[in-house]
């Protein structure tokens, strides 16, 4: 069984997200891509950890990439703390010191910034933990069960 790219990603953000989880992974998180947010925003990644800390990733593949989308404080109230991830032919310079910023390619990453902590509410932590958690598991039910056309939570 094998999870497609959804078709809005270039190659080299899939890439760059490839990077960043198995970055991730090593600091002890699990992530899921496209999450969708309760302000309608979807987040690239979102990574949680065992003790519930809530990371967004938000993967800028090159300077256009970056300069066409301007929602990225709108992810700020979703999460503990709040990164860019991008390549080492982007310039890190226009990215905000108000985030992280990881550097990556298709096999691993680097944080070269770390974004500094917001301490989510306890109610809007566990609703993000619940749409991690429900993106989730319809994901894995999609890949058991590829014929199915029913509609979950």
């Given at each position: 069984?094998?999870?497609?790219?959804?078709?809005?990603?270039?190659?080299?953000?899939?890439?760059?997200?490839?990077?960043?989880?198995?970055?991730?992974?090593?600091?002890?998180?699990?992530?899921?891509?496209?999450?969708?947010?309760?302000?309608?925003?979807?987040?690239?990644?979102?990574?949680?950890?065992?003790?519930?800390?809530?990371?967004?990733?938000?993967?800028?593949?090159?300077?256009a990439d970056f300069r066409a989308d301007s929602k990225w404080p709108d992810y700020l109230s979703h999460c503990d703390r709040f990164y860019f991830a991008?390549?080492?032919?982007?310039?890190?310079?226009?990215?905000?010191?108000?985030?992280?910023?990881?550097?990556?390619?298709?096999?691993?990453?680097e944080t070269i910034r770390e974004a500094p902590p917001q301490p989510l509410a306890g109610a809007t932590r566990k609703e993000v933990l619940i749409r991690f958690g429900l993106s989730g598991a319809a994901r894995l039910h999609a890949l058991a069960d590829p014929e199915w056309t029913g509609h979950g939570p």
């Open positions: 069984m094998e999870l497609q790219p959804d078709g809005r990603q270039s190659e080299t953000a899939l890439r760059i997200a490839r990077g960043v989880r198995r970055h991730l992974v090593r600091l002890g998180f699990a992530s899921l891509p496209e999450v969708p947010l309760r302000s309608g925003r979807r987040a690239d990644l979102l990574a949680v950890n065992g003790r519930g800390d809530i990371w967004i990733i938000e993967i800028k593949s090159s300077v991008t390549t080492l032919e982007v310039p890190t310079e226009i990215f905000p010191d108000a985030a992280g910023l990881i550097i990556a390619d298709a096999f691993g990453a």
